[in-house]
């Protein structure tokens, strides 16, 4: 999973708690991404980051919040989850100068009750 | 809209024929294209890419052909094994974007 590691792996959380996912990459890329997968849906971008505390929003950002003090971690946040989060959630990471060639890591799975 | 469940379009092949597996892409503009394979329960994992300025590129066992004319993407997988059972994906980018779209995939099943 080219140098990237995800935690929790699995997670079961009750409507209205904060979540917080990690990724923690070992590779020193400057891009890291994080997504989400459903069925009937490809992986859709939740938030990106492109260096140390720079980050933007994705096309389904909204109840997601992304923080990033480090390369190697970037972390998810859903503030209050809801049922429609119940997802795998993926993190991404791409190197400079290769920006598009990105490589995942093994996921998140989160049920929302 | 979503579908409720995962139906995937399904390949099935006899071990150690080939595989071919579509993808459409709808921007004309769109550059640059990768072939991802996913497990069960595992997160996408690199097979092989490549840039509108070729029409074919060969890795070990695969093969991405590439047709800007229709939009089409193929990936070819030689003397299929049971290991290669996954779901294939296919993703674009360009046209000024930064940003990776993906397609939903198609599930690659081998039959022994």
């Known amino acids: 999973d080219a140098g990237i590691t995800q935690s929790p792996r699995h997670k079961v959380t009750e409507t209205g708690t904060p979540v917080t996912l990690r990724c923690h990459q070992t590779e020193n890329h400057r891009y890291m991404y994080w997504y989400r997968q459903d069925p009937g849906h490809g992986l859709r971008l939740i938030h990106y980051?492109?260096?140390?505390?720079?980050?933007d929003k994705g096309e389904v950002s909204d109840g997601y919040s992304v923080s990033r003090s480090k390369t190697e971690d970037f972390l998810l946040t859903l503030e209050s989850a809801t049922s429609s989060q119940t997802s795998v959630y993926f993190c991404?990471?791409?190197?400079?100068?290769?920006?598009?060639?990105?490589?995942f890591g093994p996921g998140t799975r989160l049920l929302v009750l | 809209g979503e579908s409720v469940g995962l139906h995937l379009p399904t390949l099935s092949v006899q071990e150690g024929d080939n595989s071919i597996i579509n993808c459409a892409y709808s921007n004309s503009a769109s550059d640059y294209f990768i072939w991802y394979k996913q497990e069960s329960g595992k997160g996408p994992q690199f097979i092989i890419d490549i840039r509108s300025n070729m029409d074919k590129r060969q890795g070990q066992r695969v093969t991405v052909l590439l047709n800007k004319t229709v939009k089409h993407l193929s990936l070819q997988i030689a003397a299929t094994q049971p290991g290669d059972s996954a779901v294939y994906f296919c993703?674009?980018?360009?046209?000024?974007?930064?940003?990776?779209?993906f397609g939903t995939g198609t599930q690659l099943k081998v039959e022994l």
């Open positions: 993703a674009e980018i360009g046209g000024g974007g930064n940003k990776l779209t």
């Open positions: 991404a990471i791409s190197a400079q100068g290769e920006e598009e060639t990105q490589y």
């Open positions: 980051s492109y260096g140390v505390k720079d980050t």
